[in-house]
């Protein structure tokens, strides 16, 4: 029997996609031919030795409107003729286009939905974007053979709405072969994030923390949308040689980052739906990167970090309310000597080969 020739969609460009890599990979485990489409905006290579092979598309428009159109008009007509058995659309954006290709073709369609798109807090100030998003969502989702999503409250959220039954494939690491221990503080206290530089990650309250934080520094790993807002706020408050931004970075080369630090931040505001239900990858990588976490106390989150014991939960993101959280991660003697032993059992617990199981049923 033939392998399946599976084609997946993403908006991005492919560069810093963790998840799209290990999904690639997985496939690839369960038999199949992978390709992904994707954009070469805002440039950057992709490292040898990932799973799957690539295209992507140089487009004319980078933003907007003008970008989704350009975007699902260059994959509908790359869906429409290439060799291909199953579409794989990653999120909203790249549904239009493999919903019609799919169905001229009479393929099977999975939708794969990484965020609750129609509750991006980028859309909620947007009422006739947001319409339009959502009036997609609401006439495509019902469509597609199947639907993957990445927390449990977004797949109750489409069995609310829809009577969609999501398949929960969470964002999780490779089962590290050896998990980074917990660092001591050394020189000083180091703060880690990474991930998109977005609205409602709780960077810019991060940063003012430091007000309260004398003697800690900042790691920022990653590029966004928001990024010179973020960037300004350091600015503003003088404080550009307590924080390093690394830029956007491949995914492999976050640990070396990481290594330097000694609590990562998975941090959320309540602006919108999206963020309340995430469950971010982060969250997830930070124990084999040896960092308990200080977290926001959304639902998902919360389940997490108080079963695996991996770190502290925060009510607000006011500047006091953080600083007093990093500081008790980072000082408090007898919660890392707790986390010393919680970390490893959580990266060994919270993997990718555990969860991708599901592909072998889907494919």
């Not at 959304?298 to 014991?309: A, L, Q």
């Amino acid at each position: 029997m033939d392998s399946k020739r599976i084609v997946i969609t993403v908006s991005n460009n492919l560069v810093t996609d963790n998840r799209l890599a290990k999904t690639a990979a997985s496939l690839e485990a369960c038999g199949c031919e992978v390709l992904l489409l994707g954009r070469r905006w805002p440039g950057g290579s992709i490292p040898p030795g990932r799973a799957g092979k690539v295209r992507r598309f140089r487009l004319f428009f980078n933003r907007n409107l003008g970008f989704y159109s350009e975007l699902n008009v260059r994959l509908f007509f790359y869906l429409l003729f290439v060799k291909v058995d199953v579409i794989w659309a990653v999120d909203l954006d790249t549904l239009p286009a493999a919903y019609l290709a799919a169905r001229m073709r009479g393929k099977k369609l999975i939708y794969d939905s990484h965020e609750y798109f129609t509750e991006l807090p980028e859309l909620q100030d947007r009422p006739i974007v947001k319409r339009a998003w959502t009036y997609l969502q609401d006439h495509l989702i019902t469509k597609v053979d199947v639907v993957i999503t990445v927390s449990g409250s977004i797949a109750d959220a489409y069995r609310d709405r829809y009577g969609v039954d999501a398949v929960l494939v969470r964002n999780m690491p490779l089962r590290p072969i050896a998990p980074m221990s917990i660092r001591e503080l050394g020189d000083g206290p180091v703060i880690y994030y990474q991930g998109a530089m977005n609205v409602g990650r709780g960077l810019e309250e991060a940063i003012r923390s430091l007000k309260f934080l004398p003697g800690y520094r900042m790691i920022i790993a990653g590029r966004g949308s928001h990024e010179e807002t973020i960037r300004e706020e350091a600015r503003r408050l003088g404080f550009e040689d307590r924080i390093t931004f690394t830029g956007m970075l491949p995914f492999e080369a976050l640990a070396d980052e990481a290594r330097k630090a000694h609590v990562g931040l998975c941090l959320m505001t309540k602006e919108a739906l999206n963020h309340y239900y995430a469950l971010p990858n982060r969250l997830f990588d930070y124990p084999a990167l040896g960092l308990p976490v200080v977290a926001s106390a959304f639902p998902d989150i919360s389940k997490i970090v108080e079963k695996y014991k991996i770190g502290l939960l925060v009510d607000d993101l006011q500047p006091e309310t953080l600083a007093a959280a990093i500081r008790e991660a980072c000082e408090n003697r007898e919660l890392r000597k707790l986390w010393k032993s919680t970390l490893p059992a959580a990266a060994e617990q919270l993997n990718w080969e555990k969860e991708a199981e599901v592909f072998k049923k889907l494919i």
